[in-house]
Nanobody, 126 residues
Framework: QVSLAESGGGLVQPGASLTLSCSASGRIFSGITMGWFRQPPGKEREFVAALTPSLGNIYYADAVKGRFTISRANAENTVNLEMNSLGLEDTAMYLC???????????????????WGQGTQVTVSI
């Protein structure tokens, strides 16, 4: 069993930067993949970025490539999502997810993830 806790959301203006953090605790799989998904208001959940620290595999959604960076934080079992050049379209509840089993691909698929955090709200507004 793994528990996830997100932090770092907030209200920012367009063009601003924001960094989210997700910390995993519990019985953590050594090959864990940690990912970020988001759910804009009135829309379905969508993939943002994912990282498998043990393998160094990273994937990004096209919508955030070049703007967002997922990375392993200094603390163990913690990943950050650095978001730059935020736009109105980035407004969403951002959800952290983690796997309890190996995944060799399809890091973009929400169905691959076993554990989910409660989310942190990011609002981009003028």
């Amino acid at each position: 069993q793994v528990s996830l806790a997100e932090s770092g959301g907030g209200l920012v203006q367009p063009g601003a930067s924001l960094t989210l953090s997700c910390s995993a605790s519990g019985r953590i799989f050594s090959g864990i993949t940690m990912g970020w998904f988001r759910q804009p208001p009135g829309k379905e959940r969508e993939f943002v970025a994912a990282l498998t620290p043990s393998l160094g595999n990273i994937y990004y959604a096209d919508a955030v490539k070049g703007r967002f960076t997922i990375s392993r934080a200094n603390a163990e079992n913690t990943v950050n999502l650095e978001m730059n050049s935020l736009g109105l379209e980035d407004t969403a509840m951002y959800l952290c997810a983690a796997t309890g089993h190996p995944i060799f691909g399809a890091m973009y698929s929400a169905n691959e993830y076993d554990y989910w955090g409660q989310g942190t709200q990011v609002t981009v507004s003028i």
